[in-house]
């Protein structure tokens, strides 16, 4: 599985931005689905995850309630909604994806697909 991530960009404080994560491959829709971040001089950390059919999902408790994690297999593509961006939420942004995830939802190394980051920069 191939991955790319889009739809990043500079936002004002308490805006919205809907990223992208399109998938090649046969195998998206058999591959368990998240996004992480990674800020200027800090680790990449977990942001949400998605199971297979999209009826579970987990986050982070600095963004939950803020942000949303979707899936479309027929499109082959993920997405991640975010609202009321905050200056915190600078970063860029990593679609990830594979099929042994497991409980383990918040562990990168425990995905084997990444896309290329995409940068979210919000100003205060």
């Known amino acids: 599985v191939q991955l790319q991530a889009s739809g990043g960009g500079l936002v004002q404080a308490r805006g919205s931005l809907r990223l992208s994560c399109e998938a090649s491959?046969?195998?998206?829709?058999?591959?368990?689905m998240g996004w992480f971040r990674q800020a200027p001089g800090k680790e990449r950390e977990f942001v949400a995850y998605?199971?297979?059919?999209?009826?579970?999902?987990y986050y982070a408790d600095s963004v939950k309630s803020r942000f949303t994690i979707s899936r479309d297999n027929a499109k082959n593509a993920g997405y991640l909604q975010m609202n009321s961006l905050k200056s915190a939420d600078t970063a860029v942004y990593y679609c990830?994806?594979?099929?042994?995830?497991?409980?383990?939802?918040?562990?990168?190394?425990?995905?084997?697909?990444w896309g290329q980051g995409t940068q979210v920069t919000v100003s205060s």
């Open positions: 998605i199971n297979l059919t999209g009826g579970r999902t």
């Open positions: 990830a994806a594979g099929p042994r995830v497991g409980s383990f939802y918040s562990w990168a190394p425990r995905y084997d697909y």
């Open positions: 491959g046969r195998t998206f829709s058999t591959s368990y």
